[in-house]
């Protein structure tokens, strides 16, 4: 999950900044309205761009997968429990579908598919290394900061190792068989205090490597801004615009705050 | 970097006047009353005792040591004349863990971090990461991954982020202990080159001198009480002071290392009728959600006697050591215990609860840390024989005796992880006989040790061995494996048959 895809398409070539820009932008404006139509609309022009997205439908189908969990799961709950309104289809305990808490288990579906899936799909070709570029040659993001998250990022996969460690010696410690719990709590605190070293043997390194001198850093990996990067956003400008103009020219845009 | 550019750079003065250095909330300085003088160009190996503050030196020297916050300071130490921290840089830093060094996800990026810190423009750190990945012969292309390096690889990449600065400056702390015997002579083999082209000084800390000592020309002892225990050309030191070094824990060729006590009689693999603990008809092996490493493995584990299990790295020795131990499941064929073993249990070792594991084999894995459990030593080993809810006085007993045997009787009640390196060792060995299994199992038990604790790990496991139990270790260590084992059963790295099995010749 953690390892990026890669390819030659010019989805990759294009500066995770900008990405995260168009994901930002998209989602913000979703957000600020619950209906039904703003939503379609969206997801209908994105399932339109995925072709160009880089990702085989296999891939594709694998990393969207927990968004396609929870969407559905999200519109089930809504549609139960959501607020009633209109005619009374079915009711029982707690339980209360009505007409409207339909449409709104619809659009809520509809929304976290619609801000969810370019989420997911534009993150998946990102690179930390180059996201991590971006945001301290573009976004002017401190370097510190930047560079000890991405180094961090490494030692992810170094926790996973440890855990299992932890668990197979603890199984060989004869306490394994029961008290799940606590075992589990006293496994995380020595995953903890195993991670803090590591964290420091690495600051160590990274010192040794002149992290934190002073004077000027240079970057050995130029991270550009230019014509592709804004026009992904200009998709993400227009894909927004028009879900909000459809929704409010049908008459069906419910901002948020009302 | 090429000979030429290499050359440019100068080697740099170091000068110590009484210095030392305490670390925060330790009442006993890491080093003290340090007087030394190396001249630009000189190669250095530097010895000394476990404690006698060879790392804190290196560290020092390399500006790392950290603030005020971080500890106490006293007299002088300078690296061309000036504090070693005022200059971050010039020298050039290699540590001993090759996974915490790796800093970047890929091999031109983590090269090119220095001299990015370090503020060279683009053009010229491109050169730079290509000429040093060439000096460490390293062929890889810069898109490379860092994850998939090697041990030895991973030392190397560093070494090359290290060179790409182009220090005055080049400090090697144990840069091969954690890596197994191929990995050490690329990594040394590198260095060789580097210094041939190099005007820098170079110091190097490694227990194990045979390494290291045709490539430097001066041998400095810290002594641990404070100041330099010798100091001088390689050959006169280290026939002058061979034995004394050898008691202090320092890897001296020809002393200390050959067996530690007279070889144990015949085992009783060939005496008739002793049904063997474990056997492993048709075994293949494999981590977790893994392809099988290994297949076709038939070993037979006979009490009394030592197994070794050898190999490059990735051939699945320790996942071959953890699936015989009852705590991976095989991915083909079996491991069966012996009825007698079993002792009402199933005769597969995996399908026993994990409280009929501790009674049956044990289990010491290569980081002790990941077995500690408790706050204090003698709860920590208090804990298999409480799992077996044995009565009070009863594990009481049994804990001081295992105490008293590993001599950690003076640290009863001191935190495991605050022990030193050979102390959590024995600890971890201690944790496991607690509860008296038949059969141990060990993950490279003598990974990155000085001699003295080299020593006490074989006459441990020597003693044990002689009162019947059986042992099984995973080693890259071709001494530790002359010295103890029996046999050895070697994986040769491909997922066909496993080939060799050989007595061991003493």
Same mark, same amino acid.
């Given at each position: 999950m953690l390892t990026p895809t890669r390819g030659t398409q010019a989805i990759f070539r294009i500066n995770p900044v900008a990405k995260l820009a168009a994901a930002l932008l998209l989602a913000g404006v979703l957000i600020l309205t619950i209906d039904w139509v703003s939503a379609a609309v969206a997801l209908a022009c994105e399932f339109v761009l995925f072709f160009w997205a880089g990702l085989s439908l296999k891939a594709f189908a694998l990393r969207t997968l927990p968004v396609w969990i929870a969407a559905p799961t999200a519109g089930v709950t809504t549609l139960l429990y959501g607020q009633a309104a209109g005619q009374v289809y079915w009711a029982f305990g707690l339980v209360n579908v009505t007409e409207g808490s339909l449409e709104l288990a619809i659009a809520t579906t509809l929304r976290i598919l619609a801000i969810g899936l370019p989420s997911v799909v534009l993150f998946v070709t990102v690179d930390p290394t180059d996201l991590a570029d971006g945001l301290a040659q573009v976004v002017k993001l401190p370097a510190r900061f930047v560079l000890g998250g991405l180094a961090g990022l490494r030692l992810v996969g170094l926790f996973l190792e440890d855990w299992r460690a932890l668990e197979l010696a603890r199984r060989a410690r004869g306490i $394994?068989?029961?008290?799940a719990l606590r075992r589990l709590l006293s496994q995380a605190f020595a995953l903890l205090v195993l991670s803090i070293r590591r964290g420091s043997k690495l600051a160590t390194a990274m010192e040794a490597r002149?992290?934190? $001198?002073p004077g000027r850093r240079t970057w050995a990996r130029p991270s550009t801004f230019r014509g592709r990067e804004f026009a992904l956003i200009g998709i993400g400008l227009a894909v927004a615009l028009l879900s909000v103009g459809v929704s409010v020219a049908t008459g069906s845009w419910n901002f948020v705050l009302t | 970097m090429t000979p030429a550019a290499a050359a440019s750079v100068s080697g740099a003065s170091i000068v110590a006047r009484g210095w030392g250095w305490r670390h925060a909330g330790r009442r006993g300085w890491a080093v003290d009353g340090l007087d030394l003088r190396i001249t630009p160009g000189e190669r250095v190996l530097l010895l000394g005792a476990s404690g006698a503050g060879k790392s804190t030196l290196l560290h020092a020297l390399a500006g790392v040591l950290g603030g005020d916050e971080e500890g106490e300071q006293r007299g002088q130490l300078l690296v061309n004349g000036a504090e070693p921290t005022a200059a971050r840089g010039q020298a050039g830093l290699l540590l001993q863990d090759p996974d915490s060094q790796v800093i970047l996800a890929r091999v031109g990026d983590d090269v090119a971090f220095g001299c990015e810190n370090l503020g060279v423009p683009r053009e010229e750190i491109w050169r730079r990461v290509n000429d040093a990945l060439d000096m460490v012969g390293l062929?890889?292309?810069?898109?490379?991954?860092?994850?998939?390096?090697?041990g030895g690889q991973k030392q190397r990449l560093a070494l090359a982020g290290v060179l790409a600065m182009r220090p005055g400056l080049l400090l090697l702390d144990e840069p091969t202990a954690n890596l197994d015997p191929e990995g050490v002579l690329d990594v040394r083999d590198s260095v060789a080159r580097v210094l041939e082209h190099s005007a820098a000084t170079f110091i190097v800390i490694e227990h194990r001198v045979a390494v290291w000592q045709s490539l430097v020309n001066r041998v400095i002892v810290l002594d641990a009480a404070g100041g330099v225990l010798a100091d001088g050309h390689p050959d006169d030191v280290l026939t002058r002071q061979g034995e004394r070094l050898a008691a202090a824990g320092v890897w001296v060729p020809g002393y200390g290392h050959g067996p530690v006590s007279p070889r144990r009689g015949t085992c009783s693999e060939s005496a008739p009728g002793a049904a063997p603990l474990l056997r492993t008809p048709g075994l293949a092996i494999a981590r977790p959600r893994a392809d099988v490493v290994a297949r076709d493995i038939d070993l037979r584990v006979h009490a009394g006697t030592a197994l070794a299990l050898t190999g490059p790295n990735g051939a699945g020795k320790s996942t071959l050591a953890l699936t015989l131990a009852g705590l991976l499941k095989p991915a083909g064929g079996a491991v069966l215990a012996s009825p007698e073993f079993a002792d009402g249990a199933d005769a597969e070792p995996i399908r026993w609860k994990s409280r009929q594991l501790v009674t049956r084999i044990g289990t010491v894995f290569q980081d002790p840390e990941h077995q500690f459990v408790a706050a204090t030593v003698r709860a920590e080993l208090a804990v298999g024989p409480r799992a077996l809810k044995r009565p009070e006085a009863a594990i009481n007993a049994r804990v001081d005796e295992v105490l008293q045997r590993l001599r950690l009787d003076h640290l009863a009640e001191a935190n495991p992880y605050t022990l030193s390196g050979g102390e959590k060792r024995r600890l971890s060995v201690g944790t496991v006989l607690a509860t008296r299994p038949p059969l141990l199992v060990l993950d490279e038990p003598t990974f990155g040790q000085d001699l003295r604790t080299w020593r006490e790990t074989v006459a441990l496991l020597d003693e044990l061995l002689r009162d019947g139990s059986a042992v099984v270790a995973v080693s890259h260590d071709t001494d530790f494996v002359a010295a103890l084992f029996d046999r050895e059963y070697r994986l040769t790295g491909q997922a066909g048959p496993s080939i060799t099995r050989a007595a061991v010749s003493r």
């Open positions: $394994a068989d029961r008290g002149g992290f934190g $001198a | 062929d890889l292309p810069l898109q490379h991954p860092t994850s998939e390096l090697s």
